[in-house]
């Protein structure tokens, strides 16, 4: 069993950063492919950003350019640096394999960004 627990949420002004972290334990020797989705009151979770392979990363136009994905060198926890924050990223933030999510969803890190 793999348990996903994601950290590094906050309140932050609008134009502000904030680095999430992703960390995997359990019956995981490393990470391969990690995304990171996010759900806003009302609306459905959403792929935001992903990376495959150390390399291969994928970013929703929302947030392309602005938040950047990114493997630990223990290849057990994911990042998502988040810059240039706007009121339209709050949301609770969680990781998981992208495309089809296998894991137990963890309890998500909340990201709340005021104008």
């Known amino acids: 069993q793999v348990q996903l627990a994601e950290s590094g949420g906050g309140l932050v002004q609008a134009g502000g950063s904030l680095r999430l972290s992703c960390a995997a334990s359990g019956s995981i020797v490393s990470i391969n492919a990690m995304g990171w989705y996010r759900q806003a009151p009302g609306k459905q979770r959403e792929l935001v950003a992903s990376i495959t392979g150390g390399t291969r990363t994928y970013y929703a136009d929302s947030v392309k350019g602005r938040f950047t994905i990114s493997i630990g060198n223990a290849r057990k926890t994911v990042y998502l640096q988040m810059n240039s924050l706007i009121p339209e990223d709050t949301a609770v933030y969680y990781c998981?394999?992208?495309?089809?999510?296998?894991?137990?969803w963890g309890q998500g890190t909340q990201v709340s960004v005021s104008s």
């Open positions: 998981n394999t992208p495309a089809s999510p296998i894991y137990p």
